[in-house]
C-alpha cells in the first residue's frame, strides 16, 4: 500500500508563488513515477508534472517556464514550486504515484489552489 498526502495549497494573488508538498508512504519501493494533476471546475484532470524514478521530468505546456518539480527523495516527497501564478492555475491539485503492481496507481486527496486578486 501506498499512501499520499498534500500539503501547502491555498490563496494567492496573480504573479505569486506557492509550493505543492506530496509526502508518500508505505510501500514507495513500488512508486515508479510520481507527478501532480490538476482539476478546475468543469473541465477534465489533466497532468501538469511529473517525475519518473530515473529523474525523466515532463510539464504540461500551460506550466512550462513557471512550474518546477523536484523531488526529496530522502523525505520521501515530491514537490512542485509554481511561480508566476495565473487566474487558469486555479484547481484542485492531486499527487499521483505510478505504480509497479496493481492498483498501479494512487492519488492523493486532493489540494485546492486559487488564484486570485
Known amino acids: 500500500q501506498v499512501q499520499l498526502v498534500e500539503s501547502g495549497g491555498g490563496l494567492v494573488q496573480p504573479g505569486g508563488s506557492l509550493r505543492l508538498s506530496c509526502a508518500a508512504s508505505?510501500?514507495?519501493?513500488?512508486?515508479?513515477?510520481m507527478g501532480w494533476y490538476r482539476q478546475a471546475p468543469g473541465r477534465q484532470r489533466e497532468l501538469v508534472a511529473a517525475i519518473t524514478r530515473d529523474g525523466f521530468i515532463n510539464y504540461a505546456d500551460s506550466v512550462k517556464g513557471r512550474f518546477t518539480i523536484s523531488r526529496d527523495n530522502a523525505k520521501n516527497m515530491v514537490l512542485l514550486q509554481m511561480n508566476s501564478l495565473k487566474a487558469e492555475d486555479r484547481a484542485v491539485y492531486y499527487c499521483?504515484?505510478?505504480?509497479?503492481?496493481?492498483?498501479?496507481?494512487?492519488w492523493g486527496q486532493g489540494i485546492q489552489v486559487t488564484v486570485s486578486s
Open positions: 508505505g510501500s514507495i519501493f513500488r512508486i515508479n513515477a
Open positions: 499521483h504515484a505510478r505504480l509497479s503492481v496493481a492498483p498501479y496507481e494512487k
